[in-house]
């Protein structure tokens, strides 16, 4: 089985050095750097948007994968097309035309993702799933990160995987929320493709270890 790829979650980083951490993602085996944008409305918590967004760019090499916590995300996606997103990820539960959203993203000339809180059906992306790059699996409710992973997050990542493998879709699945060592295994084992660890990577003693190790380690 290929090794996951690793997306570090910035939301828990040190915001003072931010380009002091955007470097270390970089020198890192880490591939993508995950940018969690929250509204105040679909989740409980404000994080960052388009100035951070509009900094990072310019001094990150690696994919940003923007992940938006937002209601209404269509008024936005220009924008963050505009800003630097090379992936960006919708909340299905945010969206009343999933379709039409995600194809707007593939049109802007981006990776289209949709991602589902603990609670959404897994059936719910079928009829969109030739339009789906990114599936983001919530492991935690969304809007902060340092939470413990929801164990029947694995039933759903087997869930996904025998729904891809039946509609042959190249679809990558991303976990968010509660990865760590302790569980970067079980995940991948089950289907995942790629695991956003946020705490696990920013409160380490050693952030570029821990991401070879989760890597290397699941
Ligand atoms: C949660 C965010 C996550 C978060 C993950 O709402 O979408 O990306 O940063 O943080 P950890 O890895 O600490 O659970
Ligand atoms: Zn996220």
Redesign the pocket.
């Known amino acids: 089985m290929k090794q996951p790829l690793i997306a570090p979650?910035i939301?828990?980083s040190d915001f003072m050095n931010l380009e002091r951490e955007i470097k270390m993602i970089e020198e890192s085996q880490a591939d993508w750097i995950?940018v969690?944008v929250m509204d105040g409305v679909f989740?409980p918590n404000i994080s960052f948007g388009m100035p951070i967004i509009k900094q990072l760019k310019p001094i990150a090499q690696k994919p940003l994968d923007v992940?938006l916590?937002i209601v209404d995300p269509d008024r936005y996606l220009d924008t963050f097309a505009d800003l630097g997103a090379d992936h960006i990820t919708v909340h299905l539960e945010a969206c009343n035309h999933l379709h039409r959203t995600l194809n707007h993203i593939r049109q802007l000339g981006l990776k289209s993702g949709v991602a589902l809180n603990p609670h959404s059906r897994i059936d719910l992306i079928e009829d969109c799933i030739e339009d789906i790059d990114i599936i983001c699996l919530?492991g935690?409710n969304?809007?902060?990160?340092?939470?413990k992973f929801i164990p029947r997050t694995i039933d759903k990542i087997k869930q996904l995987r025998s729904l891809l493998d039946r509609n042959n879709s190249n679809a990558l699945i991303e976990i968010?929320?509660?990865?760590d060592l302790g569980n970067a295994h079980i995940i991948h084992q089950a289907g995942a493709n790629v695991l956003?660890?946020?705490?696990?990577v920013f409160k380490s003693a050693n952030p570029k270890q821990m991401i070879l190790d989760l890597k290397k380690g699941s």
Request: charged letters at 10%; hydrophobic letters at 45%; proline letters at 4%.
């Open positions: 979650s939301l828990a995950h969690d989740v992940h916590m919530m935690v969304p809007g902060f990160g340092g939470q968010d929320g509660g990865v956003v660890a946020g705490s696990a």
